[in-house]
């Protein structure tokens, strides 16, 4: 079946503009998580969804970053202001829900942001 | 805190020879342990993981992963490594406690160099 899709594959923007990425998950899959993977900090975790839980932000760098999940599917993560320390890989991972189960996460192919 | 350290950046094998790729961890209570291969340019693919039960955990593509409590250590294994091994190599810890919402928590990588 389909995997995990992310879009833009690469964006280039200039410091100081907002960009959006987004993530289609798994279908079936209730659980949804952005990860950032940079040279410098390795890989990250930024916020994970649940359900209809509230989401989990405890990895978002600054508050200029900030994601949603609409309809428990699609993800969008917006960075606001964009600074060049922003310029990572930004990575989407789903997989079955519920903390009682520990189910590997399926990640998608990235979206490569460059800050200019 | 959770933390998972791989002390290799770079291992370098011979097609043929066994390899081993190295991860310690350390987390309170009971880990959740997986492993990842991301391929250059591509999303990070699930090896394997370890729940429970068994030390040792065999996955895809004929690697396996050996859990040692007593030397918190979860070390990947392959008797007999392809050149299309070649790869980065990701171990990672899932949260528990206050942390527990299924987030990985990453290793900084290991480069698996398989010469032929």
């Known amino acids: 079946g389909a995997g995990v899709s992310q879009s833009p594959s690469n964006k280039v923007t200039e410091k100081g503009k907002d960009v959006e990425l987004r993530c289609d998950p798994i279908?079936?899959?209730?659980?949804l998580y952005w990860y950032r993977q940079s040279l410098g900090q390795g890989l990250e975790f930024l916020i994970y969804?649940?359900?209809?839980?509230?989401?989990?932000k405890s990895g978002l760098p600054s508050d200029r970053f900030s994601a949603e999940r609409t309809g428990g599917s699609v993800s969008t993560l917006t960075i606001q202001r964009t600074q060049q320390e922003d310029s990572a890989v930004y990575l989407c991972?789903?997989?079955?829900?519920?903390?009682?189960?520990?189910?590997?996460?399926?990640f998608g192919p990235g979206t490569r942001l460059t800050v200019t | 805190a959770q933390s998972v350290a791989q002390p290799e950046d770079q291992v370098n094998v011979a097609e043929g020879n066994p390899l081993t790729v190295k991860c310690t961890y350390s987390?309170?209570?009971?880990?959740?342990l997986f492993w990842y291969v991301q391929y250059p340019n591509r999303g990070l693919q699930f090896l394997l993981k370890?729940?429970?039960?068994?030390?040792l955990v065999k996955g895809s593509y004929g690697f396996e992963a050996e859990f040692n409590k007593s030397q918190t250590s979860f070390h990947l294994k392959k008797p007999s490594a392809l050149v299309s091994d070649s790869a980065l190599y990701f171990c990672?810890?899932?949260?528990?406690?206050?942390?527990?919402?299924?987030?990985?928590?990453f290793g900084q990588g290991t480069t698996l160099q398989v010469k032929p």
């Open positions: 987390v309170s209570g009971n880990p959740y």
């Open positions: 990672a810890v899932r949260g528990v406690g206050s942390s527990n919402t299924g987030k990985l928590i």
């Open positions: 370890y729940i429970t039960g068994d030390n």
């Open positions: 279908s079936g899959h209730t659980a």
């Open positions: 969804f649940q359900g209809n839980s509230a989401p989990d």
């Open positions: 991972a789903s997989s079955l829900g519920g903390l009682a189960g520990v189910y590997e996460q399926y």
